[in-house]
């Protein structure tokens, strides 16, 4: 079972920009899908994008698209959400989820971190 901790949130003014941090532990993620997610109080969970394994690819909701981007260093098992020209609609507690290659459920979940965007 794979161990994720996000950190790097906090309070942002609009325009601005944060990179969150999901640090993997007790298997290595080189063969995982890495997801990006948030979710706000009495909403639906919503995807952010995701980074493949071995061969990256990448792939974001559309209202992020030219505005975040997904990395992962495998070395460091870490994978990063660098977020920029946020918007107050960002607002949110996202969280990063692991999905083992060849499988369709994301089976491990950080417990977030939350973002706030000051208009």
């Known amino acids: 079972q794979v161990q994720l901790v996000e950190s790097g949130g906090g309070l942002v003014q609009a325009g601005g920009s944060l990179r969150l941090s999901c640090a993997a532990s007790g ?26 394994g071995y061969i990256i690819g990448k792939n974001y909701t559309n209202s992020v698209k030219g505005r975040f981007t997904i990395s992962r260093d495998n070395a460091k098992n870490t994978v990063y ?9 960002d607002t949110a507690v996202y969280y990063c989820a692991a999905r083992l290659g060849g499988t369709t459920t994301f089976g491990s979940w950080g417990q977030g971190t939350q973002v706030t965007v000051s208009s």
Do not use: A, C
């Open 27 to 52: 298997r290595t993620i080189t063969n995982y899908y890495m997801g990006w997610f948030r979710q706000n109080p009495g909403k639906e969970r919503e995807f952010v994008g995701g980074i493949t």
């Open 81 to 89: 959400l660098q977020m920029n020209d946020l918007k107050p609609e």
